[in-house]
């Protein structure tokens, strides 16, 4: 008996003896690290919408540590959901972490409906406890109610006004001889593969007031979507569409800003763009074939493919307009592509006469070689171009008459801050007073020109400048 008594203490001798250090419990309190002092979830679509937050959790010390207890503070009732070791809950104990080691949380926020029109906070803590300390991290989020909208026929002649958001989940037509009307303000955010189609009329016009704009992006709104392109499908205009008009509005994310495809026997625009922004694109900004198309004071900026592409023909003024690409994913398109031309799927072309006239405008980005601009008559359709006091990344000698400034320097326009998407002028701009006189008084941001405008969508302030 003795014997065995001797054995069975060695035994324990031998197991404690063995055991590695970074397994052996610590005998008190281990303050945990934490990968963020605060959880942050941005602006979440309430009751519809759940979004994720990875977080992780450091046992810095040299013995293991039994964490009691990992909770959220508002229990069942949290609009959060907790996954430890891929299990869903509100609490959890008893969870080991070894010396030097972490262990990766989930957080899952689906935030409830509300009467608020305005974004509102939606907080709790997350608790963690071992050998009575206690140790604490803020959640926090925002919850917006809106409206979804699944319908895939617009009712006609339908005017949205408003305060809440639309929810787009899946793409809208709008019909022939139908109308809809957005009003200023209205903000529409689309999810994956969503399309606004239009074979009726789309009149969006904003204000240039600050929250007066209309905007048009994709649904995801935490950081990593926010300029990414290609999040959803864009704005399709379908043949038979006339009579659209955008102002002041904002297209983001976007497989395509603007898809016009509008054929007709007349000149007068199918579209009219008015203060409008268009970045992030994937397939384009603005792509229209054989159409009529007028725009001013309009910024297109940052696509993967195409920026601007009139094609097959078709009826384009442009007048105040900066159309730049400096992103870094960009391939090798120009900025703008002028064609009379397009290979059709079956492998036929269409050609059609094209007239293009631009005023007052740029075009520049990053491209290797420099040519931004490029023009493609081998359809030989009639083409007519009328270019003058604009500003073109070009060194092509057909536009270098009539004011305008050529150039191959691909930092040569002076914008403001490209990252930022900040294409206003700097003081040192060749844009600056460059321009001719012309009826557009107001830039893309509602700010008077002088009696010298500058060329592009803004115009340069010195106060604006000043503000930076």
């Given at each position: 008996?003795?014997?065995?008594?001797l054995?069975?203490?060695?035994?324990?001798?031998?197991?404690?003896?063995?055991?590695?250090?970074?397994?052996?419990?610590?005998?008190?309190?281990?303050?945990?690290?934490f990968?963020?002092?605060s959880?942050?979830f941005?602006t979440?679509?309430t009751?519809?919408?759940?979004?994720?937050?990875?977080?992780?959790?450091?046992?810095?010390?040299?013995k293991?540590?039994?964490?009691?207890?990992?909770?959220l503070?508002?229990g069942?009732?949290?609009?959060?959901?907790?996954?430890?070791?891929?299990q869903?809950?509100?609490?959890?104990?008893?969870?080991?972490?070894?010396a030097?080691?972490?262990?990766?949380?989930?957080?899952?926020?689906?935030?409830?409906?509300t009467?608020?029109?305005?974004?509102?906070?939606?907080?709790?803590?997350?608790?963690?406890?071992?050998?009575?300390?206690?140790?604490?991290?803020?959640?926090?989020?925002?919850?917006?109610?809106?409206?979804?909208?699944?319908?895939?026929?617009?009712a006609?002649?339908a005017?949205?006004d408003?305060?809440?958001?639309?929810?787009?989940?899946?793409?809208?037509?709008v019909?022939?001889?139908?109308?809809?009307?957005?009003?200023?303000?209205?903000r529409?955010?689309?999810?994956p593969?969503?399309?606004?189609?239009?074979?009726?009329?789309?009149?969006?016009?904003?204000?240039s007031?600050?929250?007066?704009?209309?905007?048009?992006?994709n649904?995801?709104?935490?950081?990593?979507?926010?300029?990414?392109?290609?999040?959803?499908?864009?704005?399709?205009?379908l043949?038979?569409?006339?009579g659209?008009?955008?102002?002041?509005?904002?297209?983001?994310n976007?497989?395509?800003?603007?898809?016009?495809?509008?054929?007709?026997?007349?000149?007068?625009?199918?579209?009219?763009?008015?203060?409008?922004r268009?970045?992030?694109?994937?397939?384009?900004?603005?792509?229209a074939?054989?159409?009529?198309?007028?725009?001013?004071?309009?910024?297109?900026?940052?696509?993967?493919?195409?920026?601007?592409?009139?094609?097959?023909?078709?009826?384009?003024?442009?007048?105040?307009?900066?159309?730049?690409?400096?992103?870094?994913?960009?391939e090798?398109?120009?900025?703008?592509?002028?064609?009379?031309?397009?290979?059709?799927a079956?492998?036929?072309?269409l050609?059609?006469?094209?007239?293009?006239?631009?005023?007052?405008?740029?075009?520049?980005?990053?491209?290797?070689?420099?040519?931004?601009?490029?023009?493609?008559?081998?359809?030989?359709?009639?083409?007519?171009?009328?270019?003058?006091h604009?500003?073109?990344?070009?060194?092509?000698?057909?536009?270098?008459?009539?004011?305008?400034?050529?150039?191959?320097?691909?930092?040569?326009?002076?914008f403001?801050?490209?990252?930022l998407?900040?294409?206003?002028?700097?003081s040192?701009?060749?844009?600056?007073?460059?321009?001719?006189?012309s009826?557009?008084?107001?830039?893309?941001?509602g700010?008077?020109?002088?009696?010298?405008p500058?060329?592009?969508?803004?115009e340069?302030t010195?106060?604006?400048?000043?503000?930076?």
């Amino acid at each position: 008996m003795k014997q065995l008594l001797l054995l069975c203490m060695l035994s324990t001798a031998l197991f404690w003896a063995c055991q590695p250090e970074d397994e052996i419990l610590a005998g008190e309190a281990v303050r945990l690290q934490f990968e963020q002092d605060s959880i942050l979830f941005d602006t979440i679509f309430t009751t519809e919408q759940s979004i994720t937050h990875r977080f992780r959790v450091y046992n810095p010390s040299e013995k293991s540590v039994l964490i009691e207890q990992i909770a959220l503070s508002g229990g069942a009732q949290s609009p959060y959901t907790l996954y430890v070791n891929g299990q869903p809950g509100a609490a959890f104990g008893d969870q080991l972490l070894l010396a030097g080691d972490s262990l990766l949380l989930l957080l899952e926020a689906t935030l409830p409906e509300t009467s608020d029109t305005l974004p509102y906070l939606a907080s709790d803590e997350l608790v963690f406890m071992n050998k009575g300390l206690r140790q604490e991290v803020a959640v926090v989020g925002y919850g917006q109610n809106a409206l979804f909208v699944s319908d895939t026929v617009v009712a006609c002649n339908a005017v949205w006004d408003s305060p809440l958001p639309y929810v787009i989940e899946n793409s809208l037509l709008v019909d022939s001889l139908c109308t809809l009307q957005i009003k200023k303000g209205s903000r529409l955010y689309f999810k994956p593969d969503a399309y606004l189609y239009i074979k009726g009329t789309l009149v969006a016009e904003g204000d240039s007031a600050e929250g007066e704009r209309i905007l048009f992006r994709n649904q995801r709104l935490d950081p990593y979507y926010e300029n990414q392109p290609g999040q959803w499908g864009g704005l399709i205009f379908l043949p038979g569409s006339s009579g659209n008009r955008l102002s002041y509005c904002d297209i983001r994310n976007a497989e395509y800003g603007i898809y016009l495809g509008t054929p007709d026997e007349d000149a007068i625009p199918d579209l009219e763009l008015a203060s409008c922004r268009i970045e992030n694109t994937l397939e384009a900004g603005i792509v229209a074939y054989t159409s009529d198309l007028l725009a001013v004071n309009t910024l297109v900026n940052t696509s993967v493919q195409l920026t601007v592409a009139n094609m097959a023909g078709g009826n384009y003024t442009y007048r105040h307009c900066t159309f730049a690409n400096y992103f870094s994913q960009r391939e090798n398109y120009p900025v703008l592509l002028l064609s009379d031309n397009v290979v059709l799927a079956d492998g036929s072309v269409l050609t059609e006469p094209l007239q293009v006239l631009m005023e007052n405008s740029i075009v520049w980005g990053n491209i290797t070689g420099g040519e931004e601009l490029v023009v493609d008559n081998s359809g030989t359709a009639d083409i007519e171009l009328e270019f003058r006091h604009n500003l073109l990344r070009t060194t092509d000698a057909a536009f270098n008459e009539k004011e305008n400034i050529l150039g191959s320097d691909r930092h040569l326009p002076g914008f403001r801050n490209i990252e930022l998407y900040d294409y206003r002028p700097d003081s040192l701009s060749p844009a600056i007073d460059a321009g001719v006189v012309s009826s557009i008084e107001l830039d893309l941001e509602g700010q008077s020109r002088d009696g010298q405008p500058d060329m592009g969508a803004y115009e340069y302030t010195e106060q604006a400048e000043e503000d930076e």
